[in-house]
């Protein structure tokens, strides 16, 4: 069976379990990272030397990075389906993967961070303001594209909709002022009918 190394409310390791949720494909989920450790242990650091989750072990594979996990699974599993079988909407769907880690994350981890993960006292609030306003500008992009389509690749769910997906969670359950984006909403709405993302996805954030 399927192995996946990593914390539940890691957005890295749910875009590896809501991909195997999209799929029914079974697997076993071990708790690490954060408050579990694990990660410097030896053992762990020889199957992903970068000390992060998620990491899997499929019948011996090893592999790590979040997006290439959720690459490996679909093509493996889900090839016409969340893997797209057209090279044109296979390419777009890589492309949004790459600009959620690219771009989007390392804009919203800032006001993530700030709100989330740091006692109040502590908190830059002009960063996480600064941080709120450019995260809000790159969703104008997203809400582009997703003004002619359904999801991000085209009419059904890939693999080009789950780092994103993932991130909008965080992005809509934040007590943050947030603009009018109504093709982000419509889609953030379709992806809150799915059981796989209800299950995996939409936790308390921590």
């Known amino acids: 069976m399927l192995v996946i190394w990593g914390r539940n409310n890691s957005v890295n390791v749910q875009k590896a ?65 969340l893997a797209p079988s057209d090279p044109q909407s296979r390419a777009l769907a890589d492309q949004w993967m790459d600009w959620q880690i690219s771009l989007f994350w390392p804009t919203f981890r800032v006001l993530f961070m700030g709100l989330v993960r740091t006692p109040e006292a502590e908190r830059d609030h002009q960063a996480i303001e600064n941080s709120r306003a450019k995260t809000a500008e790159a ?25 994103m997906g993932c991130s909008i969670w965080r992005w809509m359950a ?20 799915r059981p796989a993302y209800k299950k995996v996805v939409m936790l308390p954030l921590s």
């Open 174 to 193: 934040l007590p943050i002022e947030r603009p009018k984006l109504p093709n982000v909403e419509r889609w953030f709405n379709a992806l809150t009918q």
């Open 17 to 81: 379990l809501w991909c195997c949720e999209e799929m029914g494909l079974p697997y076993r989920r071990i708790d690490a990272g954060g408050d579990f450790g694990v990660v410097n242990t030896p053992e762990y650091r020889k199957l992903n030397p970068n000390g992060l989750v998620p990491t899997i072990d499929d019948e011996g594979f090893m592999l790590w990075e979040s997006n290439a996990v959720v690459r490996y699974l679909a093509g493996k599993h889900g090839h016409g389906g």
């Open 139 to 163: 969703l104008r992009i997203v809400d582009s594209q997703l003004a002619s389509r359904a999801f991000l690749a085209g009419d059904t769910l890939t693999i080009g909709d789950i780092p």
